[in-house]
């Protein structure tokens, strides 16, 4: 009767999910009509990463980052709330041995023993507090999932674009080691004039500067490689224990398939961040149900059945039938504004929700738009810069002849080196670009989780 009395609709306001404060479409961005077999949400990451280093490496990252691991406790700590929520809906059932000794109007003293089952303070959800309650603990177990999905897209970008940074310094490095090597037998050269008197001393210290700034950018390489290994180290949870393909594999390297960008309305259902939004929305439109409950009357029922006796030795033996049923309303009528001061509490929480949703929202179709933009244009720099990089590696190549042939000045060669130099990372550092944004578009549609 009890549970059945509990049953009552709850006060909170409608559900209403509010409108995405976002254009409908990508209209207005370069690559939005971009179409694809799979969306990102649909496409697994062990499909879209194909380097078996790049998998091993998100796989140790899901096992072992502590990161993602309190994002699963959290999910068992919000269903055990959620547990202690819905167990406030039913009552609570203890067996109980009592003894009771007073005295009597003669002088005397009586006892009174029982043992039986009992109710203590049971609420009648009349007015829907309780479910309200339930109802919010549900929408925040189910906030922290979406969060720890969230957490694993984010972990699974960030270890692709960590390995992605780490081919592209190993890149760098080589390209810098052989851009030293050179200059530094164009500097043994230079002095060997300069001492026989063929070569002016600015040639000479022009060419000693070139090998030093060479030294200084090895360095900063070098400690560049150092700092994305231990942030990978950190991602992954873990020693990376594996050996990096050889030089030149960041032009292999492809990500796939090409994923189309769908709809913002789209990313609503998509993005884990958004329906941990929507849900942690819920979860403030359903504490305004429980504090609109708490100025109506509150009913509890205490009540318990078993057997009762005057002596402890003949309780379970001879011991009569007993029961009690005390039910008890409270019904607020000064409390100082206390209700009240709940209430707004938990409409301004339901503002703040609201708020957060769309910017949710609006972030991730500001990171899709990014992107987007990114795939638009990305591929045309590469393929500029890796233009450039020819260029003047042709251009040096002829500048060093000319000069050997005392056409051109030493100037012209060291202006070509350095320009070579900037040219090749360029194209190196353009690549690794491309190849990050495919991550981000990934991530940023769904994928990876």
């Not at 049953?7 to 370069?30: K, N």
């Not at 699963?72 to 109980?96: F, H, T, Y």
């Not at 990089?389 to 000045?409: M, W």
């Amino acid at each position: 009767m009890a549970v059945a009395l509990s049953g009552c609709s709850s006060m909170a306001p409608i559900y209403e999910r509010p409108a995405a404060p976002v254009a409908a479409d990508y209209s207005g961005q370069p690559g939005a009509g971009t179409v694809g077999a799979r969306h990102a949400a649909d496409t697994e990451w062990q499909r879209f990463f194909g380097d078996s280093n790049l998998q091993r490496l998100v796989e140790l990252a899901l096992r072992n980052n502590r990161d993602l691991r309190v994002a699963v406790i959290n999910i068992e700590q919000a269903r055990a709330q959620l547990q202690v929520r819905r167990a406030d809906l039913l009552p609570s059932v203890s067996a109980g041995l009592a003894g009771m000794r007073q005295p009597t109007a003669s002088g005397g003293s009586s006892s009174l023993y029982t043992a039986g089952l009992s109710v203590s303070a049971f609420e009648l959800d009349l007015f829907g507090r309780v479910a309200s309650l339930r109802d919010a603990a549900l929408a925040q177990y189910l906030a922290t999932d979406e969060a720890r999905k969230a957490t694993q897209i984010g972990l699974v970008a960030a270890v692709a674009n960590g390995y992605l940074g780490l081919l592209a310094d190993q890149e760098l490095l080589a390209l810098t080691r052989q851009t030293l090597v050179t200059r530094e037998e164009s500097l043994r050269l230079t002095r060997l004039k300069f001492e026989q008197g063929v070569s002016s001393e600015l040639d000479l210290r022009q060419a000693l500067s070139l090998v030093e700034g060479a030294r200084a950018t090895l360095a900063q390489q070098q400690r560049q490689r150092a700092l994305d290994e231990n942030a990978l180290v950190l991602l992954v949870g873990g020693p990376l224990a594996l050996a990096l393909p050889p030089i030149g594999a960041l032009a292999e390297t492809t990500l796939g398939p090409e994923l189309p960008a769908g709809l913002p309305s789209d990313l609503l259902t998509e993005r884990p961040d958004i329906r941990r939004a929507e849900q942690q929305l819920i979860a403030a439109n359903a504490n305004i149900g429980a504090a609109r409950a708490a100025f109506f009357p509150r009913i509890s029922l205490t009540g318990s059945v078993g057997i009762a006796s005057s002596e402890l030795s003949d309780l379970f033996k001879g011991g009569a039938f007993a029961w009690s049923f005390a039910p008890q309303l409270l019904a607020p009528i000064f409390d100082a504004g206390r209700n009240q001061g709940n209430l707004e509490v938990a409409q301004a929480g339901r503002d703040i929700a609201v708020a957060q949703y769309e910017r949710a929202i609006q972030t991730a179709f500001r990171e899709v738009a990014d992107a987007l933009a990114g795939r638009a244009t990305l591929s045309e720099q590469l393929r500029a810069q890796v233009a450039q990089a020819d260029a003047e590696a042709e251009r040096f190549r002829l500048s060093d002849l000319r000069y050997r042939n005392g056409v051109a000045s030493y100037l012209d060669v060291l202006d070509a080196q350095r320009s070579l130099f900037g040219a090749q990372q360029a194209a190196i550092l353009a690549r690794l670009a491309v190849l990050q944004n495919q991550v981000t578009l990934y991530a940023v549609l769904g994928g990876g989780g």
